[in-house]
């Protein structure tokens, strides 16, 4: 080989090595910064990722009361249906009764007094789990659409493009 030709390879090579510096000095500020914004959404996504499992917590735990308050709001109108019935066959026992003549009713009258008073206070017992039944399903229904909305903020950290 020539001398020219080794110095042109030379030069072919320290050029190339200055050109691929120049090349890596003018975009590394931008890898940084790109680098730099990757390590901020990822703690981003980890902090929404916690609220999200935080909020799952959250509703399982709503839903497991939620069945308890409509098992006990079954079980009380359950009991109110059989007072009821009680209720009804006493008055029917009355009405018999007062119909024969032969037997004083006065005891039947504060029975169905009582058991009017129970159903009345059952009654009530059945409006309070009512409402709290609904205050529990407006939590749980405002909870699922901040799940929703979680679940679509982590979709489009998770995919910026769409």
Do not use: C
Request: glycine share 4%.
């Amino acid at each position: 080989m020539s001398t020219i030709a080794i110095y042109v390879l030379g030069f072919m090579i320290v050029a190339s090595l200055l050109g691929f510096f120049v090349a890596w000095a003018w975009k590394q500020p931008a890898v940084d910064e790109l680098t730099s914004t990757l390590e901020g959404k990822q703690k981003d996504f980890q902090q929404l990722q916690t609220q999200h499992d935080a909020l799952q917590e959250h509703a399982k735990k709503v839903e497991k009361e939620k069945e308890k308050l409509v098992y006990e709001n079954e079980r009380l109108t359950l009991k109110l249906s059989m007072l009821l019935g009680k209720s009804k066959a006493m008055k029917e026992q009355k009405e018999l009764l007062e119909t024969d003549g032969f037997i004083d009713t006065s005891s039947l009258d504060q029975k169905i007094n009582d058991l009017n008073a129970q159903i009345n206070k059952l009654n009530e017992e059945i409006d309070i789990v009512k409402k709290e039944s609904l205050e529990w399903q407006v939590q749980y229904t405002e909870i699922l659409k901040e799940k929703e909305e979680l679940s679509e903020m982590l979709s489009k950290l998770r995919n910026p493009r769409t």
